[in-house]
């Protein structure tokens, strides 16, 4: 993640007039901003700070200590959150689970004295399982047809 000298740590590209696509410090798409028909920019386009409008012709590089909190916390998604992201220590503090629409975070801490990070995790809606359904509201076009009863259709 690099930040701006402004502070600002989301960026946009404008690859053509009609396109404005938003990027946040590590240089991931965001689910904000218009689209419309024309093609996603290319890594090295032109990246304007959405805070101060500053220009970069590629994304900044980052500073070393950015660069090992991006280490963490590509290392912490690796190995599905079982750890701090900081001293790596697996005692800490979950905090509940908060809904907003299909986006769910919970907050967490660190128990290990000497490092007491704190993170969110973030959870977005991406796959779901149906276990049940009234078969009454299937509609008849999408219904398998009958099975014949094996009884009946070979009758001795």
Not at 39 to 62: F, R, V
Not at 78 to 100: T, Y
Request: proline share 9%; aromatic share 10%; net charge negative.
């Amino acid at each position: 993640m690099f930040t701006c000298k402004c502070g600002g740590q989301e960026f946009h590209t404008i690859g053509r007039e009609s396109m404005n696509h938003y990027y946040n410090g590590d240089g991931d798409h965001l689910d904000t901003g218009d689209y419309f028909d024309c093609e996603i920019p290319k890594p090295n386009s032109c990246y304007t700070c959405t805070g101060c409008n500053k220009e970069y012709a590629d994304m900044p590089p980052l500073s070393p200590e950015e660069e090992w909190l991006a280490r963490q916390k590509r290392n912490y998604m690796r190995h599905n959150g079982a750890m701090c992201p900081i001293c790596e220590g697996r005692d800490f503090e979950v905090g509940s689970l908060e809904i907003d629409g299909p986006t769910v975070w919970q907050l967490i801490s660190c128990s290990n004295p000497d490092c007491g990070a704190e993170w969110t995790d973030v959870y977005e809606l991406n796959h779901i399982d149906i276990d049940s359904y009234p078969t009454n509201l299937i509609p008849e076009d999408a219904k398998p047809p009958e099975v014949p009863n094996p009884n009946e259709v070979f009758k001795k």
